[in-house]
């Protein structure tokens, strides 16, 4: 088993110095590019910073993980606490000021991974059909406006990851995901995020929309599956993995 041993902050510049990472981890136990996070390095924290006017995404691929970014003031503006959530995109608005993004193991969980990195936008994927109606598949997308609330119901089958993409950059629109029990999966809000991927186990999910005359706001359902697309999921973490 590798122990680094690092500084309290260690600064990289990531991504064409799109974005920029102090990565908290002052003894990180790590299996290839994944963090292990358990009884003794119980959660890593980054500080994430844009260069004026620019934008850029904070990925994550996990295992057991949960994850939190938090702006500049305190206030919690996208928070993910279930283990069904294998990945993360989060496309950072611009001069939105510095944000900490915390990742610590779920609730009574011993072990946790996360793998992170930045990158300038988010991820591709595949062509989807462009449908109707209030319930999207795996391949299919929609266009909303949202003045007000709007619910979709996302389908994904199991024994299969999916990745949902939602994107509407420069709008503020609060987001949250639940399944089909109510159990919440992950909000966002406050005007810091204005794209997401979120990739999942397989289930029926319902995903609520919240904003005032925000004219599109593009989401789409994608399989998640390396020989059609590159998301940042592939391969999922296995925090049991042994070195």
Known sequence: MKKHHLTKYHFLTLVSAVLLFAVIFPTADTRGSAII????????????????????????????????????????????????????ELNVSPNSSTHLVTVGRLSGTAEAAVDIHAQPDMTGISESELVEGDTL?????????VDGTNQVTIQIPEGTLGAIS??????????????????????????????????????????????????????????????????????????????
């Open 137 to 145: 598949a795996l391949n299919q997308r929609r266009i909303l406006s």
């Open 166 to 243: 939602a994107r509407y950059e420069g709008a503020d629109v609060g987001i949250s995901l639940h399944d089909e029990d109510g159990d919440a999966i992950m909000e966002a809000g406050g005007g810091d995020i204005d794209g997401l991927h979120i990739v999942l186990s397989g289930g029926e999910y319902r995903m609520t929309l919240a904003g005032e005359n925000i004219p599109a706001v593009d989401v789409s359902v994608s399989v998640v599956d390396d020989t059609r697309d590159q998301l940042l999921a592939l391969p999922v973490v296995n925090a049991n993995e042994q070195p």
């Open 37 to 88: 996070l358990d009884d003794n390095n119980p959660i890593v924290s980054m500080q994430v910073e844009l260069p004026t006017d620019a934008t850029g995404v904070v990925a994550l691929r996990l295992a057991q993980a949960a994850v939190h970014l938090q702006d500049a003031h305190g206030n919690t503006v996208f928070q993910s606490e279930d283990g069904r959530v294998h990945g993360l």
